[in-house]
Structures are given as structure tokens and as C-alpha cells.
């Protein structure tokens, strides 16, 4: 029989660290804001030696295991105490709860059994025999089927949940331990300690599909929620090794603490979590970057941790300290790594992206004094923004405030506003009209608002010539002038038009005159404001011949 490469009794207990003493040992050296580490909580007290956690769905209550007594300690999540007990076999390492509820599976590594529990009652339903020495337990995601990994037979057995009966027994590789079951359900990751591997199975047709080989000791598995990687805690090693599911290689290692017997991952994926059973702390590790971010003391040789759905509490067995940490995990502060474009004018409405990390979710994100941004929509890893409008011009720091705190200002922030600014393209066109008595020339001025900002006032205005009846059905004439005001903003690219008509008399000999308009007052400043006018020289002869250039 092999020899099992995990926690056992006869280790020697460590005095549990209490949560009043749970510190930060390691943090990242970054200017940005740093997510708070995990804190022990509570320290609750349950049957010796505990191994496994699982939570029932709803989050209620926390089913952990016993490997000497078989006794099954119920937490009342909501208050922190064990509210109830059963016992199943002579002892327990894993559990898992099925999707409703309604069932717990335990494995019984000196029975050679897999209990099925009510966990209603607390009745043992019914006990099922699969091979030796079964540790590692995991369900498939509906439920209809449990994976018993048989660390003394090399084997996992496949339980039909519906039927209660063992319907295939895959050989995987030496001492296999932990699990983990794609979302699918169509594929087992085995860590199999013994042939220093993590082997794959087809679950549809319960055959090994490929073989990982990883460190020593490998021992707990865990599967980022997307599937495209295998995170598996190599015990002998002190590493956390990182698999390409796809292309079934290791991507990489994680140097840890002592004994890393399991690992566990954060609910979206951005963190796992390791057990160093050996020198009883905790990592931290950025998943991302793969580095370990914190280390956080825990209580005597911890073991298995379940998360709750979302992600920011855990519960810990600490398995020769006889008890469960119940740890917080800080919610993450969102941090800005950059923006793009770094500077907008003061009119407001710049579309900015944001680039970061533990952005979704954001409730906020300002502009500094300018105040909050108009609009705005985030993922984990970026946010477009729409900058407000603001009477201040210079740099401010753009932040994005989430449940977790508002990140840091940081230079890579730096949003700089500039004065307001519109140009207003005018162009003038002159049509000479004949008529029966009298002939004219109609002028049409057209504005344009050439940017970068919409022009949000202006006005038009030009001296007409003596001695000529001028009229305008969308500008006032008066005293001798022209005057034409924009009622509504010009945005960029957009144009309107004014109108005027300057009669000529058939008594007039030879007549020459000019029309210049141009821009006299608005808002924004106009940036050439030289250029923001226009003109046209029409002659007349005798009133009937009219040209106009």
C-alpha cells in the first residue's frame, strides 16, 4: 500500500494563532492602494483533527469534517458557533454538498466508504463502498455524479449520485488526492502524489486523456472559473504550480510557505489562496502576476478552506489545532494603472479609458475638483469614463471608488484640462436675384462649428451698405448693421444659416458695395478668431445687371 502524503494525527500540534494576532507579514512595495490581507476573525472550536470544509449553497452553515472521531461539526455561519453534530464513519477527510443542498458526501479513508448524509436529519442515507484508503471528494456541478479519489488503489471512483452506486473505477496514477471538476463536467483533474502528476480524466468516457507532470507532493487542486487554469499545491516543494488546461502544460510555480498542502480560488478568479500546513500562515497570490501579494498567520497546520459565493469570507481547519478560522477577506481597492487621453478640454465630455485593476463594480469615479464623471461603465480591468464639464483648467487625479475603498491618486491618473476652445468657420455666399421693379442679391451665412468644442454662444455681425433697403427674416437689422445670433450650441461639425437680401434700385447708375460679417462676441474663446469672418464685393449697373465675386 502506498504511503499517503497528508495530514495526519500523529503530526505535532501548533498553539493556534488567534485573530488579535493575525498580521501582515509580506505586502507588495507599490504606491498604489493595496488591498487590506485577510484577518482571522474567529477561532471556533470543533471535533479533532478537522480536514474538510464544504458550505452549504446559501452560505448558512459549514459542514467540517473530523479524521479521528468521524463526528461532522456544523458552524452557524451567521454567529459563529457550532450549532449541531453527526457522525458518519470512523473518521473523515473530505466533504462536499450537493447544489441543493439537501445531501453531504464524505469519505471515509479506514472504512473505504463514501457516506451520503441528509443533511436535514443529519442521517447517514446511505454508505457506499469504493477503494481504498478515498480522501479527495468533488462533485460534478449538477450534481449527478461524485469523484472519490482512492489514495491506497491509485483509482478514482465514479458514484452515481441518483442511484447511490459506483458505476466506473478509472486507474489514475500513483496516491491520487485532490480534485477539481471542469464547469462542463466533461473533465476530473486528479493531483496524483505518488507519480508526481496531475492526471486528466474524460469524465463522458471515464478514461485518463493526458497526464501534467508538476512538483512533489502536488496535493490539492484548484480551477480558475473560466477553466483555463489548474492551480495545484505541491506539498514537498513549496510551491503552487500554474497549468495550461488547454495545452496541458505548467506555466510557471509560485514560491510559497511550508508544506502547501491545499489551495483554494477567489470566487472571480484574481487571487488563490494556499495552506501552508507546515508552518501554519496562509499566501496570498495574485493570480495575474503570480506573486504572493501577503502572508497572513492562521492556526495550527491548516488544511481546507471554503469561500463563501462571494468571495470575502473563508472558513479554515486548522487540522491539529482542532478548530475553524473563520477569515475576512477585504473587499479589494480598486487601482488606476493609466488613462487615455490624459487631457480634455474644460467644456467637458472627453470619453476617457481607464485602465487598473479590481475596478468592477465601481460605484464612483471622479475627476478631482471637476467632480464626478457624467457617465461612466467598468469591468475588472477598465472603465470608460465621460469627464464633467469645469471652470478650472490643469491636471487633476481621475479615481475610481468601489465597495472597497477609492484607489489612490497616482501620476499614471493625471487627467489635465484645458481652457474651453471653438472655432466658428464662417462662410458667406452672394446670389444676385432679378425682379420686375427692383433686383436684389440674397446672402446666405453659414456657421460651422469647427471644434474642438461645440460653440455655445456667438454672434455674426457686418455693416451694411448705405443707401440700400437691407431685410433678414433670421437676423435683426438695425442703425446700419447686421446682427445674426446662434440660439442653440454648434457642436462640432454641425452648420447653420442666416439669411439677408439688400434690394438695388433701377434709377441706381454704376454701384459698388461690399458685405463683410464676421464673429464679434461668444463662447468659447475662438482659437483664430482672425479667420471667423467672410466677404463678398457685388457691383450693379443701372440696377439690372448685378455681379457679385
Known amino acids: 500500500m502506498s504511503r499517503t502524503r497528508t495530514p495526519r494525527r500523529t503530526l505535532t500540534a501548533v498553539a493556534a494563532i488567534s485573530a488579535t494576532t493575525a498580521v501582515l507579514l509580506s505586502l507588495p512595495a507599490t504606491a498604489e492602494a493595496v488591498t487590506p490581507p485577510p484577518a482571522v476573525a474567529a477561532h471556533v472550536a470543533v471535533a479533532p483533527y478537522p480536514a474538510g470544509v464544504a458550505l452549504t449553497p446559501d452560505g448558512g452553515h459549514a459542514y467540517v469534517t473530523s479524521q479521528s472521531s468521524g463526528t461532522v461539526s456544523v458552524l452557524d455561519t451567521a454567529n459563529n458557533t457550532v450549532s449541531g453534530s453527526f457522525t458518519a464513519g470512523t473518521g473523515s477527510y473530505a466533504v462536499a454538498v450537493s447544489p441543493d443542498g439537501h445531501r453531504a458526501y464524505l469519505t471515509h479513508h479506514l472504512d473505504n466508504t463514501v457516506s451520503v448524509v441528509d443533511t436535514a436529519t443529519g442521517a447517514v442515507a446511505a454508505t457506499v463502498p469504493v477503494g481504498a484508503q478515498p480522501w479527495g471528494l468533488a462533485l460534478s456541478p449538477d450534481g449527478s455524479h461524485a469523484y472519490v479519489a482512492n489514495a491506497g488503489a491509485a483509482t478514482v471512483s465514479v458514484l452515481d449520485t441518483s442511484s447511490g452506486t459506483v458505476t466506473a473505477t478509472v486507474p489514475v496514477g500513483a496516491e491520487p488526492h485532490g480534485l477539481a471538476v471542469s464547469a462542463d463536467g466533461r473533465r476530473l483533474y486528479v493531483a496524483t502524489s505518488g507519480a508526481r502528476a496531475v492526471t486528466v480524466v474524460d469524465t463522458v468516457s471515464s478514461t485518463v486523456s493526458g497526464t501534467v507532470p508538476v512538483g512533489h507532493g502536488v496535493f490539492g487542486l484548484a480551477l480558475s472559473p473560466d477553466g483555463t487554469r489548474l492551480w495545484a499545491a505541491d506539498g514537498d516543494d513549496g510551491t503552487a504550480a500554474v497549468i495550461d488546461t488547454a495545452a496541458g502544460t505548467v506555466l510557471g510555480t509560485v514560491a510559497v510557505g511550508s508544506g502547501p498542502y491545499a489551495v483554494t480560488l477567489s470566487p472571480d478568479g484574481a487571487a488563490a489562496y494556499v495552506s501552508n500546513y507546515a508552518d501554519n500562515t496562509l499566501s496570498v497570490v495574485d493570480t495575474a502576476s503570480r506573486t504572493v501579494t501577503a502572508t497572513v498567520p492562521v492556526g495550527a497546520s491548516p488544511y481546507s478552506l471554503a469561500l463563501t459565493a462571494d468571495g470575502r469570507r473563508g472558513y479554515l481547519a486548522d487540522f491539529t489545532g482542532g478548530a475553524v478560522d473563520v477569515v475576512d477577506f477585504p473587499l479589494p481597492v480598486p487601482a488606476v494603472t493609466g488613462i487615455a487621453p490624459n ?59 468601489g465597495p472597497g475603498g477609492t484607489s489612490a491618486a497616482v501620476a499614471a491618473d493625471r487627467f489635465t484640462y484645458t481652457a474651453p476652445a471653438a472655432h466658428l468657420g464662417v462662410a458667406l455666399t452672394a446670389t444676385p436675384v432679378a425682379g420686375v421693379f427692383s433686383n436684389r442679391v440674397d446672402y446666405t451665412v453659414t456657421l460651422t462649428g469647427q471644434g474642438p468644442d461645440p460653440v455655445t ?33 454648434l457642436a462640432k461639425g454641425a452648420s447653420t444659416t442666416r439669411h439677408l437680401s439688400i434690394t438695388v434700385g433701377l434709377f441706381d447708375l454704376i454701384r459698388s458695395w461690399d458685405v463683410t460679417v464676421a464673429r464679434t462676441a461668444g463662447a468659447p474663446a475662438d482659437p483664430s478668431p482672425a479667420t471667423s469672418r467672410a466677404a463678398r464685393s457685388c457691383t450693379s449697373v443701372l440696377g439690372l445687371l448685378i455681379t457679385c465675386k
Open 457 to 489: 454662444s456667438a454672434t455674426v455681425t457686418a455693416d451694411l451698405p448705405a443707401g440700400l433697403t437691407a431685410t433678414s427674416g433670421d437676423c435683426t437689422v438695425a442703425a446700419g448693421k447686421l446682427s445674426c445670433a446662434l440660439t442653440a450650441p
Open 343 to 401: 487631457s480634455g478640454s474644460g467644456a467637458g465630455g472627453t470619453v476617457v479609458t481607464i485602465t487598473g485593476t479590481d475596478l468592477a463594480g465601481a460605484t464612483a469615479v471622479t475627476f478631482g475638483a471637476a467632480g464626478a464623471a457624467t457617465s461612466f461603465s467598468c469591468t475588472r480591468t477598465g472603465c470608460t469614463a465621460t469627464a464633467p464639464a469645469t471652470t478650472v483648467t490643469g491636471p487633476v487625479d481621475v479615481r475610481v471608488t
